[in-house]
């Protein structure tokens, strides 16, 4: 009767722990999402960026050339 407690104990154990490992990897997969995400939009941005100092660099140019 022992045996069989321990066996039980060591059972909900295990399935305690692969419960855990599947919460841990929803997380996981969850925040590689959104690290995604936020890349996408941090490169968004830097090209945006990046467009308008050229115009701006566009405008400076002319600028001086007309003067």
């Not at 995604?36 to 660099?57: D, S």
């Amino acid at each position: 009767m022992a045996v069989q407690s321990k066996v039980s104990t060591v059972e909900k154990s295990v399935a305690n722990a692969k419960a855990s490992v599947t919460q841990a990897e929803k997380k996981l997969s969850t925040a590689q999402e959104q690290l995604k995400e936020k890349q996408k939009k941090a490169e968004k941005q830097a090209k945006e960026e990046k467009k308008k100092a050229e115009k701006k660099a566009q405008k400076e140019k002319k600028k001086l050339e007309k003067q």
